[in-house]
């Protein structure tokens, strides 16, 4: 079974600039999450989707911050514009939602922002 | 707010000693999950547990529950280098339904 594809692996832009991620999670899998990681740190939740529906965007800067999930499967994330403090990993996983919450993750995208 | 505090932060223990790592807090969960992350790559998955008072076990490495699922710890016995990691705790608050959160996180080292 193919596991969560995330692209891509390392980018690095100015600030004020703009970027943005992609993540395949694994088929069938409903439920889909974006997660900053800032080095030493635990994943921060930013959004949840369930299928292509919002399930919490409560801590996504949404000044800055977008997401979306267009046909309930893939899922992009964008930055505009990026600030310095915006340097981390972004990871994204999947799970198959509703009682069964154990999530899959990909191997992220790390974003240093100079 | 952190809604899960782990403990300790840091950890460097020398090959084939025991370690305890605790996960504390002041809601009720649903279910809580322990993950293992390298560096370079997502956390993975170690196990589930759903019951208060619940035991796993898996190999070296003992899950515990507890009674009130407000908390939960990982112990593992005799440590080996390849234990080295980032051990999170993550699980479901009951009152914020299925939202999956995490714990900061323990960085493991185990010394040969």
């Known amino acids: 079974e193919a596991g969560v594809a995330q692209s891509p692996r390392y980018k690095i832009i100015e600030k004020r600039q703009s970027v943005a991620f992609w993540c395949n999670p694994i088929?069938?899998?409903?439920?889909l999450y974006w997660y900053q990681q800032i080095l030493g740190q635990g994943p921060k939740l930013l959004i949840q989707f369930q299928n292509n529906g919002v399930v919490d965007d409560s801590q996504l800067p949404k000044d800055r911050f977008s997401a979306e999930r267009l046909k309930g499967v893939d899922s992009t994330l964008k930055i505009q514009p990026a600030k310095l403090e915006d340097s981390a990993v972004y990871l994204c996983?999947?799970?198959?939602?509703?009682?069964?919450?154990?999530?899959?993750f990909g191997q992220g995208t790390r974003l240093t922002v100079v | 707010t952190q809604l899960l505090k782990q403990s300790p932060q840091f950890l460097s223990i020398q090959e084939g000693e025991n370690l305890t790592v605790y996960c504390n807090s002041s809601s009720v969960f649903s279910s809580l999950q322990w993950y293992r992350q390298e560096p370079g790559e997502g956390p993975v998955l170690l196990v589930t547990v759903v019951t208060g008072g619940e035991v796993k076990k898996l190999k070296r490495l003992t899950f515990q529950f507890g009674d009130a699922r407000k908390d939960s710890s990982l112990h593992i016995t005799a440590a080996q280098p390849g234990d080295t990691g980032l051990y999170l705790c993550a699980g479901l608050p009951m009152e914020y339904g299925n939202k999956l959160v995490f714990g900061a996180g323990t960085i493991l080292r185990v010394k040969s």
């Open positions: 088929s069938g899998h409903a439920t």
């Open positions: 996983a999947s799970s198959l939602g509703r009682m069964n919450t154990e999530a899959f």
